[in-house]
Nanobody, 124 residues
Framework: QVQLVESGGGLVQAGGSLRISCAASGRSFTYYTMGWFRQAPGKEREFVAALTWTGGSTRYTDSVKGRFTISRDNAKNTVYLQMNSLKPEDTAVYYC?????????????????WGQGTQVTVSS
């Protein structure tokens, strides 16, 4: 049974940094793509970043390029999202997701597994 468990969310001031984690279990994710999505109140869930577990290719939405970095730790089966220069508009619940196959897609409907989410709040 696949489980994705996010952690590390919290409250941070604008301009600050935060790293959130996604611990993955239940199967090998060797040929999977891992993604981060976010959903702000009253808005649709949006793609933030994705990474192929093997090879480590990455993709980011334009609004976070140069500020966010997605990475993974193979030994810990964990994916991270390092968020720097945070802005109030980054406030959202952040979700980890996984899909079979190494393709950096941004459509949430293509991801097979989801975590429960972690709240990130950026104060101005």
């Amino acid at each position: 049974q696949v489980q994705l468990v996010e952690s590390g969310g919290g409250l941070v001031q604008a301009g600050g940094s935060l790293r959130i984690s996604c611990a993955a279990s239940g199967r090998s994710f060797t040929y999977y793509t891992m993604g981060w999505f976010r959903q702000a109140p009253g808005k649709e869930r949006e793609f933030v970043a994705a990474l192929t577990w093997t090879g480590g290719s990455t993709r980011y939405t334009d609004s976070v390029k140069g500020r966010f970095t997605i990475s993974r730790d193979n030994a810990k089966n964990t994916v991270y999202l390092q968020m720097n220069s945070l802005k109030p508009e980054d406030t959202a619940v952040y979700y980890c997701a996984a899909k079979a196959g190494a393709s950096l897609v941004s459509a949430s409907r293509l991801y097979d597994y989801w975590g429960q989410g972690t709240q990130v709040t950026v104060s101005s």
